[in-house]
């Protein structure tokens, strides 16, 4: 498939955590199911599940809750740096 100029994409996302109760770290788990398609003629051209973790230590914050949103913020920049990794790899060739 190669998209034109003007073709528009969209990407759907769904999410999932795992995320600890308690703990000295905290590693978070993220899974998110990417999926872009074509609005034109509706052909999807990346699909697919990527899983991402990062663990925040008490090095990083000594409060728990600071150390969790850290986590969290981790796993998802690595899963957004995976997809956007993957996506460049698959991207459809334009047309000259």
């Known amino acids: 498939m190669s998209p034109e100029k003007e073709d528009l994409y969209r990407t759907n996302l769904i999410v999932c955590w795992k995320q600890p109760l308690f703990g000295l770290d905290f590693t978070v788990t ?3 199911n ?3 398609r074509n609005l034109k003629n509706k052909d ?3 699909d697919k599940n990527i899983t991402s973790s990062f663990t925040a230590t008490i090095s990083d914050a ?3 809750i600071t ?3 850290l986590a969290n913020e981790g796993s ?3 899963n ?3 997809f956007i990794d993957e996506m ?3 991207a459809p060739k334009q047309k000259q």
């Open 62 to 64: 000594f409060a728990g």
């Open 30 to 32: 993220s899974t998110v």
């Open 88 to 90: 460049i790899q698959q």
């Open 44 to 46: 999807v051209w990346f």
């Open 34 to 36: 990417y999926v872009v």
């Open 80 to 82: 957004i740096s995976t």
């Open 67 to 69: 150390r969790l949103k």
């Open 76 to 78: 998802i920049r690595e």
